[in-house]
């Protein structure tokens, strides 16, 4: 029974391995390029903004102008079946998170260089860079706006530029830009972006979402985190408010 478990084990770590190898082997060979779409970015986002908050806000608390105003969010783990608890203290944390930033903005700005570059490098100036990661997407554009964020928060306490920033940060690292060099250290390569070929490219995202581990696990992982974001809201009645106000509790 154990060695028929340890066995399969080892096979789904191996299945794991080869996906992410043959991943890995079609980006180095240029054979796919690294893509993240819409759930990855945001839902992995989210689930590492609510982790990293519930771990570390008790050491490192996040103090705003807005949040200094409210009152702590109160976990209601004593009021529900123990069974609960687990997905209520979870729940706890998101409100923990709720509280200390604008979680609105914390979405917006894991798709923000997106938001930004596609347009500008795709549609308008398609001409001009032909690439959907351009500025937004270098670790200038991260460092600047981390700059601004930080003194933004330490002027005025306000943390808006700063939760921008770490969506953008967590959303460079889902796009894997250590492999794009030349865009990630721009403009140290020269000022030049390089140019790629968009001629199919809604056709090879939906090929890559069908085919590439690499593109449908984290675009899972990321539905499955929103998912359960949105289940919560459901089941506190907060949709409304949270699109207002930002609020989950
Ligand atoms: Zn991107």
Known sequence: MLISQWKTSRQILNAIRYCYAEHFRLLLTGKAKNLMLIFGHVGITLGAAVTLNGTLSKSYPLTTKENKIKEPPQASSELVPAQNRTSDSRASWLASLANSIDIRLLLLGSLLPDIIDKPVGQFF???????????????????????????????????????????????????????????????????????????????????????????????????????????VLVRDRKIRTFVKKGQVV
Not at 134 to 162: E, Q, V
């Open 125 to 231: 100036f398609r001409d001009t860079f032909s690439n959907g990661r351009i500025f937004c997407h270098t670790l200038l554009f991260l460092i600047l706006i981390t700059l601004a964020g930080l003194y933004l928060y330490r002027s005025c306490g306000k943390a808006w530029l700063l939760v921008l920033s770490f969506g953008t940060f967590t959303h460079l690292i889902l796009d894997q830009m250590w492999l794009e060099p030349r865009t990630l250290l721009w403009p140290l390569y020269g000022f030049a972006f390089e140019r790629i070929d968009l001629t199919h490219w809604t056709e090879n995202i939906f090929h890559a979402l069908r085919t590439n581990p690499g593109v449908y696990v984290p675009e899972i992982v990321g539905a499955v985190i929103l998912i359960w974001f949105t289940l």
